[in-house]
């Protein structure tokens, strides 16, 4: 709601000061302007509460347009992919904004390097490395369905939960168990925590396609 309500003050803005801008790049039927510039600057504040820098969101500007309309025109039906969940999810008053679209469209196109690489190569050693580099794991355990907690232990180290989280994250499910002591408990993973830990591991697999995606990126300017 919040960035819907954003999206419709920027819009406004827009159509208030687009007679006014001032061209701020122009290379190859590529045209930014000191709007765009700024509509840009306050939406990445918004969105990441950090500011950016007018070098910094220029050279942005100018490679998610490239990235957009080289895609535009090689490959509509990805585009197409991406404006409908966008739209479904922010409505279409989102399309008014050329700017905060290309955005979402860029972070999206960001997210598929994400998600192919944890279809088709998150491996269990892996999940098992990020564990390893956390202080602890300390997660609570039940013997009754989770109705009681027994007590909170540290399973960074515990291969066997290792497997079974790897096994429920592939799986889309959430049946956490491990077995201590010779008995088997159920791991008591609440949203908040499960949050974290799924935050360590996207963390992780945007470094690892880092460089793909960055080398996808330039490839497309060089087009």
């Known amino acids: 709601m919040v960035y819907k309500i954003f999206i419709k003050i920027i819009f406004f803005l827009f159509i208030s000061l687009n007679s006014l801008s001032n061209i701020l790049y122009d290379n190859k039927g590529l045209i930014i302007t000191d709007i765009e510039l700024n509509i840009y600057k306050d939406f990445y504040f ?35 992919k991406i404006d409908n969940e966008i739209t479904s999810q922010f409505g279409v008053d989102i399309h008014k904004n050329e700017t905060i679209l290309n955005f979402y469209r860029f972070s999206r196109i960001r997210d598929e390097f994400i998600y192919n690489y944890f279809r088709n190569e998150l491996r269990v050693e892996e999940i098992e ?42 799986n889309n499910t959430n049946n ?16 908040a925590q499960y949050f974290k830990i799924e935050q360590l591991i996207v963390s992780y697999i945007r470094s690892q396609t880092d460089k793909e995606f960055e080398y996808f990126v330039y490839e497309k300017i060089r087009n």
């Not at 956490?176 to 949203?191: A, P």
């Open 129 to 170: 490395n990020i564990f390893k580099n956390l202080n602890e794991l300390n997660l609570p355990i039940s013997d009754n369905n989770c109705l009681v907690i027994n007590n909170m232990v540290d399973l960074k180290n515990n291969r066997e939960f290792i497997n079974n989280f790897y096994f429920n994250l592939k």
């Open 46 to 80: 918004n969105y990441h509460k950090s500011e950016i820098s007018d070098a910094n969101s220029l050279k942005d500007l100018v490679l998610i347009k490239n990235v957009i309309r080289d895609l535009k025109e090689n490959n509509s039906d990805f585009i197409t």
């Open 176 to 191: 956490y168990e491990v077995e201590i002591n010779g008995l088997s408990f159920d791991v008591c993973i609440d949203k």
